[in-house]
């Protein structure tokens, strides 16, 4: 078992013996052992062994392994005063990513930026883990109303806004839309005081009954929606804007759930951009965290020009596991698709050049060379990973926020048969050997949610300042057919849009980027 495993790391120093009287040094160097793991003692405790694991593992596969102290000096199963082990797990992981001094640690925030640990049993389709699995899972199933709410403004005077309706969700099927304005939730009001009335939100929507009261179009409406499970589809819309005689598809993309869930809908969008004749791309991943990897090929496939070929991007592990040192992996079985165990994760090759994807177009859009990507600090991760992708393929812009900033992958981890944990395990570069965004992706055009005039648009709507942004781009000063332009979405509207509150504490979006090796 991968609780046994003990760590050694030998110092080797030299004592030379001099005479003091006319005799040469002739005395060989003698090798001294220190010890580095003797707090390591046998022990059949299971938040002990747990605890051990959570280091021993992270001493071999984190990306930054090389910066994490010894055993001894870092003590991991110090972390037990917490009555659920969970939280003593967690403990432990922030300090181990607390001590790699890496980008997966803010000063600032009470969690790890990239890595993290919950129990098996607690991801969807239940979703019952407040602020974490409140949404759809990556394999389309949602147990929730179906809203992601944001809030504007200043903490003493905000709004509430629905900024995305899940397909096939309770609320989708109540006519919910992008930009509705909650006032009250099961008949309480909220505006107020956020950091003390966020917690009482974010209980009441991940209750059983809701009540959700506001304005549509400046219309009221009160509406009791019952959470359910069901299954949603990761695209929020798809359609073809016309500007001058440019077409341009638009696709708003909630996350890269797995090719099961995504595949469909994304072939499907990409088939009506090419009868639509679309010229050029406009890609909406502004809530999207991220998800699985090879999804992220399949939609960078579809998107890049005909004829692109090579190295797509490579995944780069630290240096244990590219030198197959990283034992420790004989403890996670490898299963096939049938559940049969076909070896261990230590058997795997984690070379660069094992680990490299090359392009291989797909899809019946082949001529597009300008894309634009909208996208906000909720971008992440496999999101991140496509833009990389194609930067030096084709004209890519950004427009929006900057990005969260996520360069980097994994794969779980379990312990226990209970627990998975997910290090941050290996950076991702494009063909060019860019990457490093760890700070985030800067973009060409910053863009606010809201108009000035404090309203929020549909997906794909001309009038969202983003979209307005990206067409400009695409198109610039040329009229979007069908759609009036109103002064308030131009570039150089005058009016001050509200600020987005909370940050990615209330994202509720998963954010990764997950290498399928399960």
């Known amino acids: 078992m991968e609780n046994t495993i003990q760590i050694k790391k030998y110092t080797f120093l030299a004592v030379f013996a001099c005479s003091l009287v006319f005799s040469a040094c002739n005395k060989k160097p003698k090798i001294v052992d220190v010890p580095t793991n003797t707090k390591q003692t046998p022990t059949t405790d299971r938040r002990e062994l747990t605890n051990d694991s959570l280091f021993l593992y992270a001493k071999e596969v984190y990306y930054w392994n090389a910066a994490l102290p010894t055993y001894d000096e870092f003590e991991p199963r110090k972390y037990n005063a917490e009555l659920v082990n969970l939280d003593n797990y967690n403990e432990n992981l922030f300090n181990i990513v607390k001590e790699s001094a890496s980008p997966d640690y803010d000063a600032e925030a009470e969690d790890t930026k990239y890595s993290y640990i919950f129990d098996q049993s607690d991801k ?12 759809v899972d990556l394999e389309g199933n949602g147990n929730d109303i179906g809203v992601r709410l944001g809030y504007y403004g200043s903490a003493n005077n905000y709004k509430i806004l629905i900024t995305a309706v899940y397909p096939n969700s309770p609320a989708d099927q109540a006519g919910f839309v992008r930009g509705d304005v909650i006032t009250q939730i099961n008949g309480v009001s909220y505006g107020t005081n956020f950091y003390n ?14 009540t959700l009261a506001g304005t549509r179009s400046d219309v009221p409406f009160s509406t009791v929606l019952n959470k359910a499970l069901y299954t949603s589809v990761p695209v929020y819309k798809n359609s073809t804007l016309t500007a001058g005689t440019k077409k341009i598809g638009y696709l708003a993309y909630a996350r890269f759930s797995s090719l099961e869930n995504s595949m469909n809908a994304l072939n ?21 965290g991220g998800g699985y990897i090879s999804t992220a090929v399949h939609l960078t496939n579809l998107i ?32 096939n698709s049938n559940g049969v165990v076909v070896g261990s994760y230590f058997d795997e090759d984690y070379s660069v050049t094992a680990n490299t994807t090359t392009f291989s177009k797909s899809g019946p859009v082949g001529g597009v060379k300008n894309v634009v ?4 600090g909720s971008t992440a991760s496999a999101s991140e990973l496509v833009i990389n992708n194609l930067k030096p393929h084709m004209t890519v812009k950004l427009v929006g926020e900057r990005t969260y900033g996520k360069p980097v992958g994994f794969f779980p981890i379990t312990l226990e048969n209970k627990y998975d944990v997910y290090y ?8 060019k050997g860019e990457g490093g965004y760890y700070n985030g992706m800067g973009v060409d055009v910053e863009a606010d ?14 009038l969202d300042p983003s979209t307005a942004k990206a067409l400009n781009i695409l198109a610039p000063g040329l009229p ?20 987005k509150l909370g940050g990615n504490k209330t994202n509720p979006e998963f954010v990764g980027m997950i290498e399928n090796r399960k």
């Open 124 to 135: 969807n389709p239940t979703a019952s883990i407040a602020h974490r699995t409140s949404s």
């Open 197 to 210: 009335q966020i917690d009482h939100i974010t209980n009441a929507i991940d209750g059983t009954v809701v």
């Open 268 to 288: 499907a969008a990409f088939q009506n951009f090419s009868n639509s004749g679309v010229t050029d791309l406009i890609i909406d991943l502004r809530y999207n």
């Open 304 to 335: 890049a020009p005909t004829g692109t070929s090579g190295v797509m991007f490579a995944e780069h592990y630290n240096t244990t596991m590219q030198t197959k040192q990283a034992t420790i992996l004989k403890n996670q079985p490898n299963v």
């Open 373 to 376: 990507f909208i996208v906000t």
């Open 424 to 431: 941050s395990m290996f950076e991702t570069k494009n063909s």
């Open 449 to 462: 949610e809201l108009t000035s005039s404090q309203k929020m648009y549909d997906w794909g709507n001309p």
């Open 480 to 499: 979007v057919t069908g759609k009036a332009k109103t002064a308030e979405a131009k570039a150089g509207a005058t009016g001050v849009a509200l600020k």
